[in-house]
């Protein structure tokens, strides 16, 4: 399954980046301590990532120094850059998102806070969350484990991070990762059909007869829409589908 | 005869009431009474059969009167709430003994008041909590389109929109810009009122959200926006004796955030339509919790009206099986017009409304 996941049919499975954040505030030693055990290096390497970046927050210098009494030979040639806070966090996990001849897809390792995770998920950088127990009530592992569960995210687990890497790998040739087109920002003002609607139904409540005629336009719009659904289920045609959704969308 | 009757049209009335046929006559002069009844008898025929002859002037007086009040609902002045004279009668009563009685004794009216002011604050509480927004439901995530026709729900034909965003600190802060940001939508009645805490930068996040909106529309379909301070309700590590006073201050200076009359929408011009927020929508922090019990004691004692103020609260992404602290409070009083959470398993375990922020990914993952 390795060797597959190396051979990956874009002929650039090399060269993979890592990039691992622990966040501003907390320490997280168990994890900046496992990324560069002689295991977890070897694993790396064996899947093709060769540069790894650490925001170790408030653990710098105990990271650095941890760094120096590596032995050359447990280290693979992967270059390990650590610094302590970054305010382009952005631009470092585009660095692990996959595009189209530029480079492969490589994987964000973070602790498993709102904003980090919704900001990997943001660039579609493969992510690994991993909770920090250490925390008030364990509250992190609750997040970890939804990521996991809506298939967002893969849920690394102290002492066993590498199964997590190889999953990535997986979803990686899986969901053809290496070859996305390249990043851009959510357009803003957003595409209507993705707005968020609720405050508008909330403000038309200030106004009820106003709300009222929209709610019943918006039931019987939802109706026929239905019936249109159901009429083209009937008669299969792909004309019909596709004159739905110039209705829908025009 | 003809040059006896001056036929006039009140344009006033025209206007206020959207109707071109309403005519008001008034006799200037008096012949005799047979040769005036003819012609108005004329008149009325000729010009449309709408016209409405008021020769007794208390009866015009009346028929004023009542037009007015007409025209007064159908600017949109919002109508009292169901029975609520009822109310209103019984709260006379429940004044008007203890009122009485302190003629009697001045005691009995004193302890009277200690019963009567809380039985009055549970009443209205409730009767406040009563008139919350109806839950349709799904019906709420939806944008739908009929056949060339405008997106339902629509706000451009609404006299005036009013948002009131009460920003937290941190994580909060940037979780609140995202929802703004996944909701907006230029409108020209639009207006939005950030809230942010003294002591902290989002007011920074605010105004380049602001700054984005200005750069995109730059005819003024992005509507118009104001920021407000209001001091924190409690800071870190502050002692339990003193937190009730920082609290209060905060409630009195979010009663000038939620009153003040916006700048840019002044009353002159636009009236009463953008005298109160229309929806406040907070995420997180204590002083959302006292912005929105501010704004639902104004609707309990009657000064603000019932058809305002809305409040949604957004629960943090980062929970995903229990409410946060203030997700609880609001539970639990109930204050909140919508409860709103971000993942699926949370909404049915509370009953809250499922709101999902974050696009799943078209990818095949696992």
Redesign the interface.
């Known amino acids: 399954m390795d060797d597959d996941s190396i051979k990956h049919p874009s002929g650039t499975a090399v060269g993979r980046r890592c990039f691992v954040t622990v966040g501003s505030i907390a320490s997280f030693r168990p994890l900046l301590s496992e990324i560069i055990s002689k295991d977890f290096l070897a694993c790396l390497s064996r899947h093709g990532y060769d540069a790894v970046d650490v925001q170790c927050g408030p653990d710098y210098e105990w990271f650095q120094a941890e760094v120096a009494k590596l032995d050359q030979n447990d280290v693979h040639a992967i270059n390990i850059q650590a610094f302590p806070y970054t305010k382009q966090m952005i631009d470092y996990m585009i660095q692990c998102r996959g595009e189209d001849k530029v480079r492969p897809a490589g994987c964000v390792i973070a602790h498993a ?3 980090t995770i ?1 900001e990997a ?1 943001r660039v ?1 950088a493969p992510l690994i969350a991993v909770a920090n127990p250490t925390l008030m009530d364990n ?1 992190q592992l ?2 970890a ?2 990521v996991e569960e ?3 995210a893969v849920h690394g687990k102290i002492g066993n991070l590498k199964s997590a890497v190889e ?1 990535i790998n997986r ?1 990686i040739v ?4 290496d070859s996305l087109p390249p990043y851009a920002p ?1 357009p ?3 595409p ?17 007869e ?1 709300f009222a005629r ?2 019943h ?3 019987l ?2 109706q ?2 239905e019936f249109r659904r159901q009429a083209a289920g009937q008669g299969s045609g792909t004309d019909e589908k596709g004159e739905i959704g110039h ?3 025009d | 005869m003809p040059e006896d009757v001056s036929v006039t049209m009140d344009p006033q009335k025209r206007i206020s009431r959207g109707e071109g046929s309403e005519l008001r006559i008034e006799i200037e002069k008096l012949d005799d009474e047979s040769t005036t009844n003819e012609s108005l008898q004329t008149v009325k025929f000729a010009v449309a059969p709408k016209v409405r002859p008021t020769l007794d002037e208390k009866q015009q007086q009346k028929q004023q009167e009542q037009d007015e009040i007409k025209t007064m609902d159908d600017l ?1 002045k919002a109508p009292l709430p169901h029975g609520s004279h009822v109310f209103a009668l019984v709260g006379l009563f429940f004044l008007a003994v203890p009122l009485w009685l302190s003629v009697v004794c001045s005691w009995v009216w004193l302890v009277l008041l200690g019963a009567l002011l809380p039985t009055f604050v549970v009443f209205r509480h409730f009767f406040v909590k009563r008139n919350t ?2 839950t ?1 439901g799904r ?9 060339g026709e405008e ?5 451009a ?2 006299p005036a ?1 009013y ?1 009131l965003f009460v920003l937290g600190s941190g ?1 909060h802060t ?2 609140m810009m ?2 703004i ?6 409108r020209p009645n639009q207006h939005r009122r950030y809230v942010v805490t003294s002591g902290d930068t989002s007011w920074f996040n605010a105004m380049s959200l602001e700054h ?1 909106i200005f750069m ?1 529309y730059h005819d003024g379909n992005g509507g118009t926006c104001d920021l407000f301070t209001i001091p924190r309700a409690r800071k870190v590590h502050q002692s339990l004796l003193t937190s009730p006073f920082t609290c209060l201050w905060t409630a009195i200076k979010a009663f000038y955030a939620l009153t003040l009359h916006p700048a840019d929408r002044p009353a002159e011009r636009y009236g009463d339509s953008y005298k109160w927020p ?2 406040i ?1 907070t995420n997180g922090p204590a002083t959302g919790f006292i912005v929105c019990l501010v704004a639902h004691l104004l609707k309990m004692f009657y000064l603000a009206p019932p ?2 103020l ?1 409040m ?1 609260y957004i629960e ?6 229990s409410l946060s602290l203030t997700g609880k409070l609001f539970k639990w009083t109930g204050i909140a ?2 409860l ?1 959470v971000q ?1 699926k ?1 949370l909404a049915t375990k509370t009953g809250a ?1 499922y ?1 999902g ?5 078209n ?4």
């Open positions: 806070g709102a904003g919704l998920l579609d509250h609750e997040l484990e939804e809506q298939r967002w999953q979803n899986q969901g053809r990762l959510a803003f003002p957003v209507a059909e993705e707005r968020i609607t609720i405050f508008d139904w909330m403000a038309l409540t200030c106004y009820p106003e929209q709610q336009r918006a039931a719009l939802k026929e829409e209705m829908k969308y | 949109g927004a109806p349709p019906m709420w995530a939806t944008t739908l389109w009929g056949e997106p339902v729900p629509d706000t034909g609404l929109v948002f994580g940037a979780e995202e929802i940001k996944k909701q907006f939508q230029g984005t995109t229309h929806v929508v058809n305002c809305k949604v943090s992404w980062a929970r995903t099986r017009d919508m709103c993942h398993g409304e709101i922020l974050v696009k799943t990914k990818v095949p993952f696992g």
